[in-house]
């Protein structure tokens, strides 16, 4: 194999990473806005992976993966378990190098991440909602067909993918004094902050949660690897739960965790429809939720927000139901 | 007077109204979705003016217009009636430039239009939802103030503003083979049209208009200038009905217009947020609606699209309403 995972991720990686899926990804835009700039009191950059690839920035991750597989490592296509914009971004990747992709989904997943990954070939096989059915049924398919699993984020060459997006940011826009990024599995932030860390030190980053799966918020501040037995949140890209890997980083390379309520999570998503004119989903609005409720002091400072995705079905948005 | 309007709009105007604007508007991205190519047959680039300053493209023409005018000109401030994005672009423009904006908005505008123009300091004053009560109510205040009455497109400098896309999107996309480009007062046409056309003579520009209000295209198919009475669609921006000068410009420079059914309109709004994931009012869907019904044959062409804004109330949207 010539392209064995590396044991651990470096900015070095990130940077491969990065020169590896530039030509099949997005280079996002960086949104700003005057109006949340006099409400927040800094000066905000949305680095916007709500218009990456499938939606997400699960496209830079996995398409690292992919393509950092040998042929032979390939040939029986990949796998994975993952509430959607993760599953949608393994089946593009799989299609681009023409191998199945084998999708483990929870039965109750949006309906737009459901059809995200219809529309990229994936292959789908439902499970109950929680992360032992999800792994469970992906360790047999890993089994009866030999393809690649590809964890959503316990990966280094995930991990390293969801990097390149801080990579893009702080080549846009040197000046940030601090990184916001919500935290759900911990793979966007790892890769957030060694890419922060690694091409700025002086740089703050810090994690958001929903309060209803602030697993890695108890994790980070007790110092012992945490679970939420039941996360609940409108945020369902972020009920995952962090790995012994993700927790590792997130405790060298992270300067502060910070936990968001479901109402701020809803005001931010409909500010940034509002105001920004793009869609996010209730994921992506997490890190700007933060100066929402005022739970982090930016002093005026330049502030990047990473906008993670917009998937979900717009026929049920938090402000219309009954 | 420095700052007299020229008495007709040349590609020579819109090229200096770009230099007078741009670091005063945003340069808009052009997105684009293989997603949406495949569903069309051609190769589409949408330029987000959606995304502009106040959400629309009329931020272009307003901006242009405010610092077109002399110094004793601008003294008194500006005027103008508007069903809300010109409104919310003048304001902006006026407050830039430190001079009052009067403005006469239709009693029934979106919410989302109304907080806009307010937010940017613009003195309102409601009217009913008729172009004779508009034009009235401005004629009013423009005697009561003698601020500047800026039309929303019957004035050369808004139309060499809006006009300015198309050079940004040239420049971007310079392999057009076609323009879409909705058709509410003709402003955005006529300037899109002198653009195309002086830069590009061979490229096609097709106006879209949505069949309840369809007097530019009754106008154009039959040599003479018509009204509709009671424009009825949920293209909230284009109800108004074409000049003289514009129908003039859209005889000379634009080779078709056709229509779209408030269903498609609906359908392509909603595609536009799914796949492109940015929030478009129905207005700015328009131009997206004519291939969604087939309307236009691309011939797998390259087709530029402008979105033209994305301002509506967010507890209204088409698919939610009982």
Known sequence: MTNASPAE?????????????????????????????????GKLFFKCEN?????????????????????????????????GN???????????????????????????????VKRQGGKIEFCEPTIQARE?????????????????????????????????????VPTLDIILCPV????LISGTAIAAKGLKPSIDVVGVEPVGADDAFQSFHSGQLQGV???????????????ERTFAIIRQNVDDIVTVSEQSIVQAMRSIWEILKIIVEPSGAVAYAALVEGKIDIRGGNVGLILTGGNLDLDELPWTKV
């Open 9 to 41: 991720c470096t900015l070095a990686h990130i940077r491969g990473a990065h020169a590896r899926i530039k030509d099949k990804i997005h280079r996002t835009p960086v949104m700003t806005s005057e109006t949340l700039d006099q409400t927040s009191g």
């Open 136 to 172: 469970a049924a992906a360790t047999r398919l890993f089994a009866e067909t030999g393809a690649a699993f590809v964890h959503p984020y316990d990966n280094v060459n995930v991990i390293a993918g969801q990097g390149t997006a801080t990579l893009e940011l702080l080549e846009d």
């Open 86 to 116: 993760h599953a949608a971004a393994l089946a593009r990747a799989a299609r681009l190098r023409g191998i199945p992709a084998y999708i483990v989904m929870p039965n109750n997943s949006p309906q737009a991440k459901q059809a995200s």
């Open 229 to 243: 037995a039941h996360p609940n949140t409108i945020a369902d890209g972020l009920r995952g739960k962090l790995s």
């Open 184 to 187: 759900g599995g911990g793979g």
């Open 51 to 83: 218009l990456q690839k499938i939606g997400a920035f699960k496209a830079r991750g996995a398409t690292n993966a992919v393509f950092s597989l040998s042929d032979d490592e390939a040939r029986r296509g990949v796998v994975t378990h993952s509430s």
